[in-house]
């Protein structure tokens, strides 16, 4: 075969391959779309079809049944060896038998459940600024946010002088009825 031929193959293959990842990117869409309409993923294969997503491992049927989710995505992504989109790794416990009704998720909360799951586990998962969501463990050099101090956010505080207001409030009333009362008894 002549290199321009071959030359002609590869330029449209990636073509090919382009147009394929845009096509997978708009039925994980629409399937996310469906997912928060309270509906079942129009598309199965929405990832398989990217080539970028060749790294898809091979799921168990049974792999997550009975895992929490943090257990059920920290393995996935133990096994994919790669920061993914949540979309991915929803769709990875679905295909590895993750129960999501014992965890009394309806299938339009699922994303969004999934995501406070491991968005509250700093230690374990860490999400790029890209959205996409990887094991804390992979970016020993990015520092962990830490938990602000109640005074340092200022919320303890305006609460705590709020509770303060109240109380001075709430004494200077029940002074007022006695001043009125004493004052009364003093007019008659």
Same mark, same amino acid.
């Given at each position: 075969?002549?290199?321009?031929?071959?030359?002609?193959?590869?330029?449209?293959? @990636?073509?090919?391959?382009?147009?394929?990842?845009?096509?997978?990117?708009?039925?994980?869409?629409?399937?996310?779309?469906?997912?928060? @309409?309270?509906?079942?993923?129009?598309?199965?294969? @929405?990832?398989?079809?990217?080539? #970028?997503?060749?790294?898809?491992?091979?799921?168990?049927?049974?792999?997550?049944?009975?895992?929490?989710?943090?257990?059920?995505?920290? /393995?996935?992504?133990?096994?994919?060896?790669? %920061?993914?989109?949540?979309? /991915?790794?929803?769709?990875?416990?679905?295909?590895?038998?993750?129960?999501?009704?014992?965890?009394?998720?309806?299938?339009?909360?699922?994303?969004?459940?999934?995501?406070?799951?491991?968005?509250?586990?700093?230690?374990?998962?860490?999400?790029?600024?890209?959205?996409?969501? #990887?094991?804390?463990?992979?970016?020993?050099?990015?520092?962990?946010?830490?938990?602000?101090?109640?005074?340092?956010? #200022?919320?303890?505080?305006? %609460?705590?002088?709020? @509770?303060?207001?109240?109380?001075?409030?709430? /004494?200077?009333?029940?002074?007022?009825?006695?001043? #009125?009362?004493?004052?009364?008894?003093?007019?008659?």
């Amino acid at each position: 075969m002549s290199t321009e031929l071959q030359g002609a193959i590869n330029v449209l293959a @990636a073509r090919v391959e382009q147009r394929a990842q845009e096509l997978a990117e708009m039925k994980r869409m629409v399937n996310s779309l469906c997912r928060e @309409a309270g509906q079942e993923p129009l598309y199965s294969d @929405a990832d398989m079809a990217v080539k #970028g997503f060749s790294g898809l491992v091979s799921l168990r049927s049974d792999q997550f049944y009975g895992k929490s989710p943090t257990v059920a995505a920290r /393995e996935y992504l133990d096994l994919r060896g790669t %920061a993914v989109s949540l979309e /991915e790794i929803l769709e990875a416990l679905q295909r590895g038998g993750f129960s999501f009704e014992s965890q009394g998720w309806t299938d339009a909360a699922r994303l969004r459940n999934l995501g406070i799951s491991i968005g509250k586990n700093t230690a374990i998962f860490h999400r790029l600024p890209n959205d996409n969501w #990887g094991l804390a463990k992979w970016y020993p050099d990015i520092k962990q946010k830490k938990p602000a101090s109640p005074k340092a956010n #200022g919320k303890q505080e305006a %609460a705590t002088t709020e @509770a303060a207001n109240s109380a001075n409030e709430a /004494e200077t009333k029940e002074s007022k009825p006695e001043e #009125g009362k004493t004052k009364t008894a003093n007019a008659d």
